[in-house]
């Protein structure tokens, strides 16, 4: 066991993220990022409507078959 993180998970406002070109910016650094430390990164949209079962089915193809 070490600490080192195994997923991250943020969740993606329309107005905020997909909506603000500095946010778009910042996204993509995030993203290289978790790309070099072999980190996986889900980004879930706040307008969409996720399930029990969405959220953990792309949990476990995010982990699993990556």
Known sequence: ???????????????FHDNNPIQIQ????????CKKANIPLI?????RTYSENDIINIINEKLFTE
């Open 1 to 15: 066991m070490n600490k080192k993180p195994v997923l991250i998970i943020e969740v993606d406002g329309f107005r």
């Open 43 to 47: 980004r879930l949209k706040t307008y």
């Open 26 to 33: 910042r996204d993509k650094i995030k993203n290289r990022i």
